[in-house]
């Protein structure tokens, strides 16, 4: 058991009266408290980790081994207790041929089959080899998903807009028919390719999102849908029973959890966006941080110290969330990609042998890219009373020479937004400012105390050259492995997700019930809300 809980507690107990501003009187700070690799800058100095944290963070990385829990998930041992699954969305990106066993089968091989089924699918329809029914070329796609077989390619598509060569990629995942309808919306069936992806084949969303599509297919081309369909599954049976092709399907093992399949066949409508070879680089980002992770020193790692800070954040500082702050307009998607991949592994009360947790466990994790993130609730960032860590993310180069001054702009407000919540305003500078606006008497006070800013609010900065499709793999795969780190030292399951269950239990109860059913055993709120909902 370690001691490092309680001695970082003691350490914040004493930092309560340092500023972040205040620890960059150290001026090799910046040194200690950040990490590079050839890409990525990871900027943690402004955070009010000191010297003996860090070490103490290292320490307690180390104690709850950290390091063989890494190796046990890279060898494919099953690490997913719950679900009796080795975890290995890693060898998806992996080009090693050296035997992984799973179950007494190596799994390598199966892999590279695939990846090489769907480059030889995404080339045939790219090129027009493969047509629609009428002999017309595929203009769309539409990847029917969720959660993990929809936040992932279509977040990774979506950032990657500026490599497209294919045609032109859209995702429907809400069961809302407002979603399958405006996405539909202007589409037209005869040029259209509909993908249908869900690990299970049950998911009650995308089975219903199916079938809604395939009857506009069939209002569109008749009797050859199955022209028109692709599936992305590991139930092949159930493919089957939908009327879709063999060749047509993509499956994978269920040793790659939802969250974390956008690496395999899960990722066909990135690699009908971007091309194979834009997708292979996409894998190879991912490989290279796992190489990272695998073999840099803790002191060193990103995401072991991603993770650290995390920890910090949450368990030492108690604070309850993360936001997200992308300074790209193309990662839009990749605060809601994130919830999934952080909330839904790292949202548990138990240990991995069932015992309740003794700490905090995942933060709520939320943002919107920058610069629109300001101008809504950055308020809150600088001036509530609440302490989120902001986690931003910013290229060096944008993908619009033309518009230099846009990226330029861009830069500058990311930088400001670290600073500000860094320096805070003091009151006496606050009542200048008022003072020069003119205010005086008893306005002048009111007036600066609005103005002050407490500052010495936590940010990280994870700084890169351009967003390629190697460097989005790397960014994805740093993420997934700071996850990882955090549920090693919490001692949970990182990789099951229990919690979605009931909910979706008692949605089938209440189905028969919205339908006009007697609403039986039910409280007196949902049967009132019933009443009002039915029509
Ligand atoms: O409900 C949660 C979940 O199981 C996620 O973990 C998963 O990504 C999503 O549903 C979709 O599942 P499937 O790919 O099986 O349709």
Same mark, same amino acid.
């Given at each position: 058991m370690t001691n490092c809980w309680s001695k970082l507690k003691e350490n914040f107990s004493s930092a309560k009266d340092r500023s972040i501003n205040s620890l960059f009187d150290d001026t090799t700070r910046m040194d200690h408290f950040s990490a590079e690799t050839d890409q990525f800058l990871l900027d943690f100095s402004k955070t009010n980790i000191d010297h003996e944290a860090l070490a103490l963070l290292i320490r307690l990385a180390e104690d709850t081994e950290v390091a063989a829990k890494r190796e046990a998930m890279f060898a494919g041992q099953k690490i997913n207790k719950t679900e009796d699954r080795a975890v290995l969305h890693t060898a998806l990106r992996a &080009?090693?041929?050296v035997p992984l066993i799973v179950d007494g089968k190596d799994v390598r091989h199966g892999i590279e089959v695939t990846l090489s089924r769907m480059e030889s699918f995404c080339r045939a329809v790219q090129s027009g080899t493969i047509l629609a029914s009428g002999g017309e070329r595929f203009t769309d796609v539409v990847n029917i998903g969720i959660g993990g077989s929809d936040l992932g390619p279509a977040m990774a598509t979506r950032a990657l807009a500026p490599y497209h060569i294919g045609p032109r990629c859209h995702f429907i995942s809400n069961v809302d028919g407002a979603d399958l309808t405006d996405t539909l919306c202007g589409l037209d069936p005869r040029r259209t390719l509909v993908i249908i992806a869900s690990k299970t084949f049950t998911t009650i969303e995308t089975m219903t999102n199916a079938k809604s599509a395939l009857r506009w297919l069939k209002a569109g081309v008749g009797e050859a849908v199955a022209d028109h369909l692709a599936a992305v599954s590991t139930s092949l049976e159930r493919t089957a029973e939908m009327g879709i092709h063999p060749t047509r399907v993509f499956g994978f093992a269920d040793w790659v959890g939802g969250r974390y399949s956008l690496w395999g066949p899960v990722g066909l409508p990135i690699m009908m966006a971007i091309g194979p070879k834009n997708f292979r680089e996409f894998l190879a980002g991912g490989l290279a941080m796992d190489t990272h992770f695998q073999t840099a020193p803790f002191a060193r790692n990103l995401p072991v110290l991603l993770g650290l800070v995390g920890i910090w954040h949450r368990n030492?500082? @108690?604070?309850s969330s993360r936001a997200i702050l992308p300074y790209d307009e193309r990662l839009g998607r990749l605060p809601a990609y994130l919830q999934q991949l952080d909330m839904e592994s790292n949202g548990k009360r138990v240990t991995l042998d069932g015992k309740e947790l003794s700490h905090a466990s995942g933060p709520v994790v939320w943002g919107e890219p920058g610069t629109n993130g300001q101008h809504a609730f950055f308020q809150l960032l600088h001036q509530g009373t609440e302490v989120a860590p902001a986690e931003f993310l910013i290229a060096a180069k944008g993908h619009e020479p033309a518009l230099q001054e846009h990226h330029d702009l861009l830069k500058a407000n990311c930088l400001a937004q670290s600073e500000a919540l860094m320096l805070g305003r003091t009151y006496d500078q606050a009542l200048a400012i008022a003072r020069n606006l003119g205010y005086d008497g008893s306005e002048l006070h009111t007036q600066a105390t609005q103005r002050v800013f407490p500052g010495s609010r936590p940010s990280i900065t994870l700084a890169f050259p351009k967003l390629t499709p190697f460097v989005l793999g790397q960014i994805i795969a740093l993420y997934e492995h700071r996850v990882f780190v955090e549920g090693a030292i919490w001692n949970?399951? &990182?990789?099951? @997700?229990?919690?979605?269950?009931l909910g979706k239990e008692l949605a089938n109860m209440l189905l028969p019930m919205v339908k006009g059913a007697a609403p039986n055993g039910k409280d007196a709120s949902t049967c009132r809300l019933l009443k009002k909902l039915a029509v």
């Open positions: &080009s090693n041929t030492i500082c @108690q604070y949970i399951n &990182s990789f099951d @997700q229990w919690g979605v269950e």
